[in-house]
T-cell receptor, first 115, second 117 residues
Framework: DTEVTQTPKHLVMGMTNKKSLKCEQHMGHRAMYWYKQKAKKPPELMFVYSYEKLSINESVPSRFSPECPNSSLLNLHLHALQPEDSALYLC??????????????FGDGTRLSIL | AQTVTQSQPEMSVQEAETVTLSCTYDTSENNYYLFWYKQPPSRQMILVIRQEAYKQQNATENRFSVNFQKAAKSFSLKISDSQLGDTAMYFCAFMKQKYGSQGNLIFGKGTKLSVKP
């Protein structure tokens, strides 16, 4: 069983829709991450939150909007996506602070398809 | 910039045998961390093993062990007594140590391992 829970597992949406991906962890981690993974490719970092504040945005288009409402939750709001945004979106969490070497724990991901 | 290279896109091994997956990396950092993650068809990225660059002793985790050669910038993964459940994509990953900064994982392209009965 994964300790990082992502919902939904699958999402199909049109290019004009607005949807949100959700991620939740109860390990007391204060760093949370969003990755995008295309088929047969490694994950690519999108965003990092540290103590509920956005600390890294890897030049992600504004049609992706992250939100961290509290230390356990991480959302990714989607709007006006393009077909090339179809991918597996992975959430991860880790301890924060002085121990940035702590490994990241990943969720099962949300498989997103844009029609 | 750091890069991670996995030169074996696909590998196969017979059940109960041993297999080694290779990984090399390029960095000018002296302090960093290396990881192997596996991603089975179920999609979840699972941490297999990690190594701190300042430690000379190779990390081991049950059937999994690494051969860390810091001078050569090599970090291979050995899986002993391979099991069918080891079938997965294996990613090598690098993270530099920087206190007060985020742990940005840099992944290799992955090696698809198939364990055959």
């Amino acid at each position: 069983d994964t300790e990082v829970t992502q919902t939904p597992k699958h999402l199909v949406m049109g290019m004009t829709n607005k949807k949100s991906l959700k991620c939740e962890q109860h390990m007391g981690h204060r760093a949370m991450y969003w990755y995008k993974q295309k088929a047969k490719k490694p994950p690519e970092l999108m965003f990092v939150y540290s103590y509920e504040k956005l600390s890294i945005n890897e030049s992600v288009p504004s049609r992706f909007s992250p939100e961290c409402p509290n230390s356990s939750l991480l959302n990714l709001h989607l709007h006006a996506l393009q077909p090339e945004d179809s991918a597996l979106y992975l959430c991860a969490s880790s301890q924060a602070g002085g121990a940035w070497n702590q490994p990241q724990h990943f969720g099962d991901g949300t498989r997103l398809s844009i029609l | 910039a750091q890069t991670v290279t996995q030169s074996q896109p696909e590998m196969s091994v017979q059940e109960a045998e041993t297999v080694t997956l290779s990984c090399t990396y390029d960095t000018s950092e002296n302090n960093y961390y290396l990881f192997w993650y596996k991603q089975p068809p179920s999609r979840q990225m699972i941490l297999v093993i990690r190594q701190e660059a300042y430690k000379q002793q190779n990390a081991t985790e049950n059937r999994f062990s690494v051969n860390f050669q810091k001078a050569a910038k090599s970090f291979s993964l050995k899986i002993s007594d391979s099991q069918l459940g080891d079938t997965a994509m294996y990613f090598c990953a690098f993270m530099k140590q920087k206190y007060g900064s985020q742990g940005n994982l840099i992944f290799g392209k992955g090696t698809k391992l198939s364990v055959k009965p």
